[in-house]
């Protein structure tokens, strides 16, 4: 009896620090609001590359600095040639802008096709379907870059790209099981 009580202690001790672990996180970045140059913050700043995971993780690109009305275009720029287009915001009346690559289509169409290297398809129940054929872009350290459309101004902060984790393969594995994703790799 005393044994299952120190597994049981055990296993519940392994569970909390694993939500601990897991549920904390970094503070978010910040614009520096006494600067008044161009500057850009990403949110997080590290792009997970499991897909399951990346497809649920909203990537927020806040900036100041910038010439109101103009137009911002976010990259991603880095190894082995990595240059991909993610978003393309309007700046506002105050110089800053906000975009957020989440959940719309255009937005998981840039995780897909830039991230990712995959395609998207549709199944027989008219569901979309990331489907794997190549390598994603490589785990390592890149950079966003801002661009106006209608200046030279342009910013850049760090990014780490992720490889997946032991629970985004398994969380890959089971949207492979459900069709919510095809490894054709």
């Keep these: 009896m005393q044994c299952f009580q120190r597994l049981r202690l055990s296993v519940f001790a392994a569970v909390v620090l694993l939500v601990f672990t897991l549920g904390c996180s970094t503070a978010p970045k910040v614009l520096d609001r006494s600067f008044s ?20 993780t909203n990537i927020v690109f806040e900036g100041s ?45 840039a995780k897909i096709t830039g991230i990712l290297r995959a395609n998207v398809v549709t199944n027989e129940a008219f569901d979309s379907v990331v489907v794997l054929t190549r390598p994603t872009i490589p785990a390592g ?18 990014v780490t790209v992720a490889a997946p984790t032991f629970f985004n393969r398994i969380m890959d594995g089971i949207a492979d099981m459900l069709g919510k994703i095809e490894d054709k790799r």
Excluded: W
């Design 37 to 56: 140059g161009p500057q850009l913050v990403m949110n997080p700043p590290v792009i997970p590359l499991g897909v399951a995971k990346l497809m649920e």
């Design 141 to 158: 350290a890149y950079t966003a870059r801002a661009t106006s459309l209608f200046s030279s101004l342009t910013v850049e902060t760090p």
């Design 65 to 109: 600095g910038f010439k109101p009305g103009d137009t911002v275009f976010v990259s991603l720029i880095g190894q082995k040639e990595v240059n991909t287009s993610l978003v393309l915001t309007k700046v506002q009346a105050n110089g800053t802008f906000r975009a957020e690559v989440g959940q719309s289509s255009q937005a998981k169409l």
